[in-house]
């Protein structure tokens, strides 16, 4: 039985340690390196990539696009897989459909820019403004940590974790202290997500998804919660408005929750 229990928590350590990683890239990672910080092309090549679209496709994989100003490009579909977009300026820029799996944009700028249908996995996006950004069926597994999106619209994203897929340890999204001030979460997938101590006031999850995320210590107050799945939502010192709490009845540590 000793063995057994051994092996257990070793398993339940190195998961936990997996999880870790998956999310904390940032772990021995010198952001001030010139891969990190640097671009190694200008605003005019890659309108000149974009100018030569390959049968629509534009690869930008892995290329160095630090502090760049792209902002209003229509990089539609563009390959951004594993890019490093670190404070680059994209506002008002069109990222429809565009691929941007483990990518870099640590304090990027995308207010206002369009991502609809874009995939994120594992990308890195601590700290961007994406005020007013839309972005709808959008697949978000990545880490938004101190993000700001007031008023962005991901109706219909999915920011759950990926059950199926854990080689990387577990992969969802992170909005950890995020504001999200009247952003529009209808029909999102937010099931397991990290929503702890997000500024939610007055944000919209109708319809939404919420089981088994972590909002301990988020802001609520105002939120729309008509036909939100809530079973399992952690509101531990969460703020919450007195009439929300039939509608997460499901929710976990609600008798915890700040009643406002």
């Known amino acids: 039985m000793r063995q057994v229990a051994s092996f257990v928590l070793l398993c339940v350590a190195f998961l936990s340690a997996a999880n870790l990683r998956a999310q904390d890239m940032l772990q021995g990672v010198d952001l001030a390196q010139p891969a990190y910080s640097k671009a190694e092309l200008t605003r005019a090549d890659v309108e000149a990539a974009l100018n030569q679209r390959n049968n629509g496709k534009v690869d930008l994989s892995q290329k160095s696009l630090n502090g760049l100003d792209l902002s209003g490009l229509d990089l539609h579909g563009v390959d951004f897989r594993a890019a490093r977009m670190n404070k680059t300026r994209l506002a008002g820029a069109r990222l429809d459909d565009a691929i941007l799996d483990q990518a870099w944009l640590i304090e990027a700028d995308l207010s206002g820019a369009s991502l609809k249908g874009a995939h994120a996995f594992a990308a890195q996006m601590q700290r961007m403004r994406a005020d007013g950004a839309d972005f709808a069926h959008a697949r978000l597994a990545g880490d938004l940590t101190g993000a700001s999106a007031r008023g962005a619209n991901f109706s219909d994203a999915d920011l759950s974790a990926d059950m199926k897929n854990q080689s990387m340890g577990l992969m969802r999204a992170v909005l950890r202290s995020a504001v999200l001030e009247g ?75 700040r009643v406002k």
């Open 183 to 257: 952003a529009r979460f209808q029909g999102a997938n937010l099931a397991s997500a990290d929503l702890r101590f997000a500024k939610a006031a007055r944000a919209d999850f109708t319809n939404a998804n919420l089981k088994g995320a972590d909002a301990a210590g988020a802001d609520f107050i105002g939120a729309i919660w008509t036909g939100a799945k809530t079973e399992g939502l952690d509101l531990d010192s969460a703020e919450i408005d007195f009439a929300a709490r039939a509608a997460l009845s499901g929710a976990q540590n609600l008798d915890r929750a």
